[in-house]
């Protein structure tokens, strides 16, 4: 996570099996709940008459795409080299660039049991494309195969789902998500998403390719003064071949209204101040005074990656830098450890099961590194820094203990006095209002428990807040043995004396791995008896990745992703979009 202040920061995929009943209820209630109000107005099929938003220019893209994979069947009447003649043509919606597969059909095949004949079996024989097509026939040239084998062949574009990579670009992200509901509600494809950023076609067709997709659709876009300008390209990926281009334009008035009808996946009308669509991405968000003017940053990190903006109306890019050695930043804290006006960026990250930890200082316009801990994982408390340390076999390892900042250096000091099995970023002190201290800590479970100071246990969280986004397994000497895994615990933060904590709603209330429908965050008090639980922000989409208190506001980082796939209601397949929200919390 990350965390900036200046005041006292692996996955697994499971598969179930369900009767027809059973699946088609479910999924017809994900649908109702997990759909945006713009998806079911920006659905497939031709555009109502009358209609002047972004129905029509995206079903043009979308009619465009089917029809290089409209099923159809023909049979090859000539062979010369590795040209061919068929006998199917436009009027059959064979059009040039279509790649078709061909077969020789073989003996009759039966029922087992009740003999009734089936068909014939079909023996592939290689595959050809459409370089021309006339109303009652087309001519094309082999790709693959032996032109002998292709006399008197069968032909085809058989009626299974295309799999075929979807890459969005620079195209407003709820404009390329109504898109995607399209593309999937037709039935013709099984999309598959991709976090390339970089509109750099080689490595799109490559991720393809290694994804086992027969296709890729490339979108991008080119904004005026009163529209935007769609363009998409088709692939094919066996050779990178493009075999189609379409450009459409589409009315920024009508983007607006889809940014605003997010359905049960935006913030509720009244409660954001402000709200941005993260482009690059990013996975943990933190406020603090890092140039020493008096006035705060926001700290985005995404991979390797960090980035410091100035917020306002907008937000303003003011500097970046990379942390080497990593694959994901797991927490990042700004504490103000040594009195100076500025904020050090204390940074934790991961690659390949190694954990370092590092300490940044802005010094001439740039960030400059001051320490480097390996298999330490770093956090802010209070006014200080905390260690522990890791272990590959374990992961969190040892006592927690203090950093102190003296004679220019950072040094190790006393243990924290800490409740059994309580790692680094479990909890959160907390006080009574008579004076008493205690402790506030996840478990493992995702529940919250509140522990004396002599670490009894005292309280738990009637139900568990949604789980945490950062798993990992601990080592193994075999895959025969599982030793159960360590997590990366959402951050629990101090706000007018009371703790607040983000809580994930999965889809409907089921298993997590079905995704999160939304997010919340809570606010917890403890009376000195037991813990009196509010909510302080209501309902916001998809899953919280991070989110800070800043004076009456809470900035929020969600991960939104819309669309579920029917064939695997276990997996959100569709393009995935980064939020930051700005709420209000004056009065609450």
Known sequence: ??????????????????????????????????????????????????????????????????SYFTPVTGKIVSVEGDSIKIDAGSQKSLKAGMRLNAFKEGVNFVHPVTKE????????????????????????????????????AHIKIPGTKVKMLFYQGDVD?????????????????????????????????????????????????????????????????????????????????????LRFK????????????????????????????????????????????????????????????????????????????????????????????????????????????????????????GNEIIAQHYNKGEGYSGNVYSVIYADGAYKRSANLKLPEGINIYDFQYVSSPDGRQAILAWDERGYLNLYSDKGIRMWVSKEDFGGFSRIFKREAPTIMIDRGQWSIKDRLLMRDGDILAPKR????????????????????????????????????????LDYYPVGDKIIVLSKISLGLKAKNLLKLESPSGVMLYIFSARGR
């Open 262 to 381: 997010t359905g049960a996946f935006g913030p509720k009308e009244g409660e954001v101040l402000l709200s941005f669509h993260l482009k690059s991405g990013a996975d943990r968000i933190a406020v603090g005074d890092l140039d020493g003017d008096g006035e705060p940053e926001i700290i985005l990190t995404s991979g390797s990656d960090v980035r410091i903006y100035k917020p306002g109306t907008d937000l303003k890019a003011m500097w970046d830098f990379k942390v080497p050695s990593t694959d994901e930043v797991l927490w990042v804290d700004c504490v103000n450890i040594s009195k100076g006006k500025r904020d050090d960026i204390v940074i934790t990250s991961v690659q390949n099961e190694e954990i370092t930890s590092y300490i940044y200082e802005l010094q001439d316009s740039k960030f400059v590194r001051l320490v480097k801990m390996k298999d330490t994982f770093l956090r802010r408390l």
């Open 117 to 152: 004949p089936l068909g014939k079996i079909e023996m592939p024989v290689g595959s050809a494309e459409v370089t021309a097509s006339g109303p009652n026939g087309s001519s094309g040239r082999i790709l693959s195969g032996k032109p002998g084998d292709f006399t008197q």
């Open 505 to 544: 709603k999965p889809l409907l209330g089921i298993a997590r791995g079905l995704g999160y429908a939304s997010s919340e965050i809570k606010s917890l008090w403890w009376n000195g008896m037991s813990v009196e639980e509010r909510t302080l922000i209501e309902s916001f989409g998809g899953n919280v």
């Open 173 to 257: 992200w709820f404009l390329g998500d109504s898109y995607y509901q399209m593309l999937k509600e037709s039935g013709r494809f099984e999309l598959i998403d991709t976090g390339i950023e970089a509109n750099d076609i080689s490595k799109i067709l490559a991720e393809a390719k290694a994804k086992g997709a027969e296709a890729a659709l490339v979108l991008s876009s080119d904004e005026s003064r009163d529209s935007v300008a769609i363009e998409q390209k088709l692939f094919w990926t066996s050779d990178a071949k493009q075999f189609s281009e379409k450009k459409v334009s589409v009315a920024l008035s009508r983007i607006k209204e």
């Open 1 to 66: 996570m990350i965390e900036c202040i200046t005041q006292p920061k692996a996955k697994s995929k499971k598969s179930i099996s369900r009767n027809a009943m059973s699946f088609l209820f479910i999924l017809c209630v994900l649908c109702a709940v997990a759909q945006p109000a713009h998806a079911q107005e920006m659905r497939g099929g031709p555009a109502q008459k009358g209609s002047t938003g972004a129905e029509g220019p995206l079903t043009e893209l979308k009619d465009e795409a089917l």
